[in-house]
């Protein structure tokens, strides 16, 4: 069992930044794909970005590609996301998850264990 905490989500003006992260316990994290999916209110989850158990594979949605970066640090048994040139449209709860596997994964059914999500609010 994997037990997963995000923080560092916020209110912030377009064109801002925020950073999150993802705290995880229980399991070893570096045997772990990471992941960062949203959900905006009325919308279905969707998958934002993706990172291989070392992070030497790395995967974006095409709508937060050169804006948001994702990286881990195995040490601190964490996976950040750095978001910048936030705009209206990122509005959403922000989750991140862990999945077994070698590689990165961007569906959301390949992953095995979710954190609760951390509101992220772009005001225009």
């Known amino acids: 069992q994997v037990q997963l905490v995000e923080s560092g989500g916020g209110l912030v003006h377009a064109g801002g930044s925020l950073r999150l992260s993802c705290a995880a316990s229980?399991?070893?994290?570096?045997?772990?794909?990471m992941g960062w999916f949203r959900q905006a209110p009325g919308k279905e989850r969707e998958f934002v970005a993706a990172?291989?158990?070392?992070?030497?594979?790395?995967y974006y949605a095409d709508s937060v590609k050169c804006r948001f970066t994702i990286s881990r640090d195995n040490a601190k048994n964490t996976v950040y996301l750095q978001m910048n040139s936030l705009k209206p449209e990122d509005t959403a709860v922000y989750y991140c998850?862990?999945?077994?596997?070698?590689?990165?994964?961007?569906?959301?059914?390949?992953?095995?264990?979710w954190g609760q999500g951390t509101q992220v609010t772009v005001s225009s």
């Open positions: 229980g399991r070893t994290f570096i045997n772990y794909a």
């Open positions: 998850a862990g999945g077994r596997g070698s590689r990165y994964y961007t569906l959301s059914n390949e992953y095995d264990y």
């Open positions: 990172a291989s158990r070392s992070g030497g594979m790395i």
